[in-house]
């Protein structure tokens, strides 16, 4: 098993321009995740996903856009990238039930924005 | 709204050395709270969790938390610390169905 794999790992941006953040998961989970991570904030919830065919925003959801393309995928696109867009973004997956379960977490990618 | 507040940003610790982090939360009702870790260069990884049952959980690479609900804390420790403990740690709690709310973090650096 892989796990959840992200592609690229790293990316370099200019202002204005566009690009989509792909990840996968390998364990048949029902939920996935897109986070970005940025010094001395923890993690932050951009969109999320509870099922295949869902999507809900999260805590910071402005300038990005998903779509979980099936059970096994779920992409994050920013349509103009911005420089307050610099982060480190994580995808992550869970299986799903009444309560929360483990999250599974990537490698991550590290897109700079000039 | 939940929130996690982790108190410490950084941590300086000498090898062998006790560590405890400490975690708070708000949220009134039933919580699931976690703690992952992230060694340098690396995603995040599971520690420990807590749903249900004894407040004292016990997790991986020798670390443990304690629930303390009327204290609304989760605090990890672990009694003797290694160099290879350096990595930023994060307490999390459920944010509602399927979200998880995460503190900023705390990064711990261990001197041999």
């Known amino acids: 098993n892989a796990g959840v794999t992200q592609t690229p790992k790293f990316q370099v941006l200019k202002t204005g321009q566009s690009m989509t953040l792909q990840c996968a998961q390998d364990?048949?989970?029902?939920?996935m995740y897109w986070y970005r991570q940025d010094p001395g904030m923890g993690l932050r919830l951009i969109y999320y996903?509870?099922?295949?065919?869902?999507?809900d925003k999260g805590e910071v959801p402005n300038g990005y856009n998903v779509s979980r393309l099936n059970k096994r995928e779920f992409s994050l696109r920013l349509e103009s990238a911005a420089p307050s867009q610099t982060s480190v973004y994580f995808c992550?997956?869970?299986?799903?039930?009444?309560?929360?379960?483990?999250?599974?977490f990537g490698p991550g990618t590290r897109l700079t924005v000039l | 709204a939940q929130s996690v507040s982790q108190h410490n940003h950084h941590v300086i610790l000498s090898e062998a050395a006790s560590l405890e982090l400490g975690c708070n939360y708000s949220y009134g009702g039933t919580v699931n709270l976690f703690w992952y870790v992230q060694y340098p260069g690396q995603h995040l990884q599971l520690l420990l969790k807590y749903f249900s049952g004894d407040p004292l959980v016990k997790g991986i690479k020798g670390f443990e938390a304690e629930f303390i609900k009327s204290k609304f804390s989760f605090n990890l420790r672990k009694p003797s610390v290694q160099w290879s403990d350096t990595a930023e740690y994060f307490c999390?709690?459920?944010?509602?169905?399927?979200?998880?709310?995460f503190g900023a973090g705390t990064r711990l650096a261990v001197h041999p």
């Open positions: 999390a709690v459920n944010g509602g169905y399927n979200k998880l709310i």
């Open positions: 992550a997956s869970s299986d799903t039930g009444e309560w929360m379960n483990e999250q599974f």
């Open positions: 364990m048949n989970h029902n939920s």
């Open positions: 996903s509870a099922s295949e065919g869902t999507t």
